[in-house]
């Protein structure tokens, strides 16, 4: 089973001047149960893209195929209330859509909205707080008050706390402090390894999708410019360069090292096996 | 709420977004004023073709006129049910359901709508053709004569912009935090009325935060930029008005004449 998207196009403001094709034509299929990067320029259609997952957005052509149900342009779907609970979507800026007098109460909000009780929501609320890194203190603090940082935090909890089968992310490191951001995608590995989650993530950091994703989509105004496993993507350094995309720091150090006379092949992929390689060539020749 | 049309700018190019924005609001009011002269059918479908026709020359449909009425219509059917039910003179037109419907009461309905269905127009005539920074140089050098009797023209102004420039940021954000609340499930649609309650809670405590939060970042843009309200400024921008601009006030002058004139011959 997979996440499909056939020739999806999604229009804003249709029938006005300001009307803007923010997708085009798009085909696509992402893996359940992998960790799937999304990127690309600012204003590519990320955004636009990762709100057809749980039909915010529906296609103004096309279909869309999630989790056993099918969204098709021009048709009003049904059971839109589950397939947001099943498909949970973390906002970009997440952190303007708190609003409760408490952190707890605000987390358990979504849970409840699906139908589960107080107590069991409340549970799930605190539960999603453990895994966010947020400690018990903040259970009865205002979520207004906050920093963003923590703000943020507060809002993905209210988005793991409805326990949704596929997690869609859009861009939920943006302004976090490094450590905080590697806290973060461990968790979401943690997610996709251990509890078995599709995870998609809108990012802009290359360290990331080469570190913690196994699939990477690039959209490239309003199109999908190529969608491929990370390994495979990061393989031959030119072709991210090509689409003017920094590959990360250890491909970079590889090409650096393959430009000043060492040999090093493009399946040498981490960190350990390229100091391996290094290793191995110094010898020879020394 | 991307179909919201009402008093919103069309970027397009014609003579009249070219015009001078002064010489629009002039106009605008002279024929807001023309509306409420008892000019009688006549009076109103002329001022119906000339409107229709600027309406046209500003490359504006009559699909957009009629989304930026929609709004209004809930208040038009209110009116029309208010109508039927004080107005009670005249003759009877006919009787539904034991209920007779005076022809006055459906007259005067007529009325009011095809006032506010010109007022429409002439607003939207103005509003989507006009740069709302446009509208606010116009207003605030119409208003500079009242600074004798210390009118704030300018601090008017500024508040004007301001207001305009935050209309599309709140709808958009207002927006996107459905789109976010949605996303946790909530329902604006259905529900029970505490579930409703709490969606539209949802919805309008984040929408103060940021607004609040967008007025101080504003504030603090402003001041550091070295703005104090009452100090003389510069202007950007020169409004220049032309021919056309006068001719423009000339015929709004002309129509609310004949519809004056009209008035006194019914
Ligand atoms: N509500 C809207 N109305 C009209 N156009 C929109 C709207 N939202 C987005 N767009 C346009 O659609 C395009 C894609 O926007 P989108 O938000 O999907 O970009 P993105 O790839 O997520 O960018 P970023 O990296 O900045 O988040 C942009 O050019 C944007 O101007
Ligand atoms: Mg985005």
């Known amino acids: 089973m997979s996440i499909t998207f056939e020739n999806v196009s999604y229009i804003y403001s249709e029938g006005t001047p300001f009307r803007y094709e923010a997708l085009s034509e798009i085909n696509l299929e992402i893996e359940e149960g992998k960790m799937t990067a999304v990127i690309g320029e600012t204003g590519s259609g990320k955004s636009t893209l990762v709100q057809h997952l749980n039909a915010l957005l529906l296609p103004t052509k096309g279909t869309v195929h999630i989790l056993g149900r099918t969204i098709e342009a021009g048709t009003q779907p049904k ?141 490239e105004h309003g199109r999908i410019r190529t969608q491929s496993s990370v390994s495979e993507f990061f393989r031959d350094s030119s072709v991210c360069r090509g689409m003017n995309i920094l590959p990360p720091a250890m491909i970079r150090m590889r090409d650096l090292l393959n430009e000043n006379g060492f040999d090093i092949a493009d399946t040498v992929m981490d960190t350990e096996a390229l100091v391996n390689a290094v290793e191995r060539q110094v010898k020879r020749h020394g | 709420m991307g179909e919201f049309t009402l008093g919103r700018y069309m970027p397009l190019d014609s003579p009249i977004h070219r015009m001078d924005p002064r010489a629009k609001i002039m106009a605008m009011l002279l024929c807001l004023i023309a509306i409420f002269i008892p000019a009688g059918w006549i009076g109103y479908g002329v001022m119906f073709v000339v409107i229709s026709g600027v309406i046209l020359r500003a490359g504006l449909s009559f699909r957009f006129v009629w989304k930026s009425m929609k709004p209004m219509m809930i208040m038009m059917i209110f009116l029309f049910i208010m109508n039927c039910v004080v107005l009670r003179t005249g003759d009877v037109l006919f009787t539904v359901f034991g209920i007779s419907i005076y022809k006055e009461a459906v007259l005067q309905t007529l009325y009011i709508v095809v006032r506010l269905l010109l007022m429409v127009m002439i607003t939207t005539c103005l509003t989507a053709t006009t740069k709302p920074l446009d509208m606010t140089l116009g207003i605030e050098d119409l208003l500079k004569p009242f600074e004798r009797i210390h009118v704030p023209a300018h601090e008017i102004a500024m508040l004007i912009s301001i207001a305009l420039r935050f209309i599309p940021d709140l709808i958009e954000e207002t927006q996107r935090i459905m789109k976010a609340q949605e996303s946790r499930g909530v329902d604006l649609k259905e529900g029970s009325l505490k579930e409703k309650i709490m969606a539209i809670l949802s919805l309008i405590v984040p929408l103060f935060v940021s607004a609040f939060q967008r007025a101080e970042d504003l504030a603090n843009a402003m001041e550091a930029r070295g703005y104090a309200p009452g100090e003389p400024r510069t202007r950007y921008k020169v409004l220049k008005m032309t021919t056309a601009d006068w001719l423009l006030i000339g015929c709004a002058a002309l129509l609310l004449a004949a519809m004056i004139v009209l008035a006194r011959m019914a």
């Not at chain 1, 509890?195 to 570190?211: A, N, S």
């Open chain 1, 79 to 219: 059971g839109l209330k589950s397939l947001r609970g099943d498909a949970g979507l973390v906002f970009q800026f997440p952190e303007y859509q708190l609003f409760e007098e408490t952190v707890i109460k605000d987390i358990a909000f979504g849970p409840k909205n699906f139908g589960i009780s107080e107590e069991e929501a409340l549970k799930r609320a605190r539960n999603a707080m453990k895994l966010v890194g947020l400690d018990e203190q903040y259970e009865e603090r205002s979520p207004l008050e906050l920093s963003g940082g923590q703000k943020r935090r507060v809002a993905i909890a209210g988005i793991l706390a409805m326990d949704p089968k596929v997690l869609v992310l859009d861009e939920p490191t943006a302004g976090l402090d490094p450590m905080s951001t590697v806290r973060m995608m461990e968790l979401f590995r943690k997610l996709n390894k251990e509890h078995g989650k599709t995870v998609l993530i809108v990012t802009h950091d290359m360290e990331q999708v080469f570190r913690y994703c196994d699939n990477v989509i690039v959209v």
